[in-house]
């Protein structure tokens, strides 16, 4: 029996981090709060260290075979750990001095570990108590705000939450009751004890990892958190929680026993996902809004290869790449919104292009890459997650997702089109409109995090194919 | 060599991108040395071409992009390609020339369409599908920008149609791309290889689908009847070097799709589907045709020829799959026609949007109603736009007249209902002599007083152009003996 706590270094980073953050936070004065977040960026680049080591050593389980240490678990620790210093970089301006600076990061560090440990975990009780820790901190990290919109959006967090936490936990009971045990290995056989409760049971647990992922049907509080949370906040839990949750889906539908068609069950939900945030995302004016409506289309698209989870030998790399590519994609389109809080609706971007070329350029970088158009790294995703559900005999949900992209380019197009056309109307110069907004360099740090990001999204769309996660594939 | 032809404009672009503080008189002249040295290069290629052995390609190059998934970084050129890329950096160039005199924002407009040319050349030389891919969807994108940003009128409203429509279709070659990767074993994107297996044959539905897919994603960017309406308001709302490099170059990249990867690589399902497509280009040659002739606008009455013109090409792309009672020979002469009017269409309507560019320039208008007797105040216009239009009707003399010969030679040769097709060239012979009538004879229009005459810019920019479509129209031959082999390739490969 493996029991090497070393094994889960990149999590204890994580944790360690948050604690950290919380005792320095709770000592420093307000005017030296920085000294956390510095504590929480250094953590997160700990953690993404071990976790590159931990991905060159070789697969195993520990502990009682509760955690898989698997390129899975390694590259969502990867991921994870570098969206979160970026959420935490892009928040710079937002944070620094602001009456919930330490809480918020160490929030956004147990977050962080609770969304890599639902990755990691192979057993039901470890993905309950992951649970748990992922969602408990985005409900705090939502109301900080205080506004009436952030306490709204956080009840509807929370209540969503609890719902679907129960579910969760009844479906961990049920399967326990079946399987007499919780590890993910047991479940295969259990399809030989009574196949309609081992099948109730596992889409009660899949239910809690959907509300976590954002996808339908557990997907009502993301537009409304996304819009309400300050930008920090809507840009971690639009991402970091979706990473986490959708590798965890990843591993138990692989394991689940052929109690019910898991395939056809997941397509349904993934056709259902992108549709209602492609079509809900057409109306919206205020980007964060329309962003969170886009995340839950994403999910859509990212449950592509969970529905073929072990039948394609392309589901799980083309996962990883897809997640990789859609968190730097998502996070560098928040870093635009972070980097000029006063545009708050889309019609407020005109003239962008001209008076900030370089974050309107990542701006385009994100949005495209959002939509799938090469080189970026979400058309990687794409192409890798549709060639594997067809592969995985679901044709039907390529075409499906591929006329689902189609549409999403119309709402991403209602944001781009004003931030490339000038703003020449007299009246906005007149009022002052646009210089003010403008004045360079405001939040240097929320721009340089965008433009970074939005490199990343290139530089990962040419080359993710040389990674090893890729070639790996046989 | 092939790399730098194709990525020079994209170093161009950035340069220009970067360079905020360049003067406009810099940026314009910085545009026209980019493109003339990338004519240059692509005039070595040319110089140094042999014909390469079936299925082999000249100037070749690979390297490892994408293992996994089997794609790689792979161009080449063979005699389909070849004049494509030459088409390109003439049109592009011309271009260049014509926005000399570009008053809006002429540097980021050199460093867009620099980028755009890197797209087009791109798709040309690529030999790997998701290479062409990549191309293939950049050039929508760039564009879009050209349309939204330089255009005029309802531009915005024009770029999104464009956007979307283009965007459907290269998602749905996407799809059959998909398909023709899994079909193959070992899986690949590699067009040589998925040439060499055409990976669907004996799969019966499966490669109707597949083709289905990649026919009606080509078919939008080519386009064809039903897929053309967002061709006409594209068109008329972009700024006339916009719908030059639309029009002469965008366009092919459909057609191009057809006999780079339609044909050889699915060939039991074109030769099966090849009865609908040869009545998709009878209808895009009569319909194009006819509704030109209705226009009262002269932009989209040129927008709508390409309709027709396109028509030709799929005319004869569809006769070539007709294998059973119909010999090697005409079917070889009708690719070879596709591909010269795939160029002669390139350098004609090229030339055509940007003379029309120059009604748009000095009254604002393409209004046939405000125009007349143009040839009075404005003589060199009035002998440029006769000659294009003549070129453009396919009078012998011209390239048009080359392509379109060889298109119903080999098409009828191969099946007799082509002939239902020839009534096109009458209307369209019609409607240029109207369009000359309207535009230059006849009592001044409104706006006709005062008409300036073609500055420098503008006959350097559209004389190359007619130029080389007289050049072709004479002697052929150095065009020809580049296509005609490719030409006999596809062919053979379509009749496996």
Redesign the interface.
Known sequence: MDEDPLALLPEICLLAGAIATLLAGSFLPRQRQWIARILAALACIAAAAAAIVALASPTRSVFADSYAVDPLTGTTRLVVAAATLLVLLLGTEELRGSPRESETCCLLLLSATGATVLAGTTDLLVLAVAYLLTSIPLYALIGSTRTARAAEAVMKTYLLGALFGIVMLLGVTLLFAMTGGTGYAGLSTAGSVVPAVVAVGAVAVLAGLLFEAGAVPGHFWVPDAAQSANTAAAAFLTTVPKVGSLVAMFRLVDALPGVADWPLLVAALSALSMTVGTFAAFAQRDPRRLLGWSTVSQVGFLLLPVAVAGRAP?AE?SLLIYLAGYAVSNLAAFAVIAAVPDRTDLAGYRGLGTSR?WLAGALLVAL?SLVG???TAV??GK??T??AA??GGLAWL??VA??N??AS??YF?RWL?PT??RAARAGDMAEGHVDRRDLRGSRPWAERTAVLAAAGVLLLGVG???LPI????P | MLSVVVFLPLVGAAVLAAA?RMPDGVARWTWVGITLTDLGLVVGLWAAYRTPPPGGLAFAEQV??????G?SYHVGVDGVSLPLLALTTVVFTACAVYALTERTRPRTQAALFCFLQTTCLGVFAAQDL?LF??FF??SI?AMY?VI??WGHGTA?RSA?KF??YT??GS??L??GF??L??AADPHTFDIPELVAAAPLQGSGAVGGLVLAAVLVGLAVKTPTFPFHTWLPPAHTDAPAVGSAVLAGVLLKLGTYGFVRIAMPMLPEAWRAWAGVVVAVGVVSVLYGALVALAQSNVKRMIAYTSVNHMGYVVLAVGAAGVVTGSDAAARQVAVSGAVTQMVSHGLITGALFLLAGVLHRRAGSYEFADFGGLAGPAPRFAGFFAVAAFASLGLPGFSGFIAEFQVFTGSIGATGWAALALPGILITAALFLRAIQRLLTGAPGPKSAGFGDLRPAELLSTGPLLILAVVIGILPRFLLDVIEPAAEVVVSLVGR
Not at chain 1, 470 to 473: P, T
């Open positions: 392309l790399p070329p495209l158009t090469p080189p058309f990687l192409l890798t549709f060639t067809w592969d390529v075409i591929a006329v992209t189609v380019l119309f197009l089109a490339f056309t993710a194919g040389s890729l070639v790996a594939v | 905020r490892r992009w994408l293992p996994s998934v794609s998701i891919f990549l969807d950049l994108v920008f939204a940003g915005a999104l956007f979307l965007f459907t998602l749905a996407l799809v998909i398909g990767y899994l």
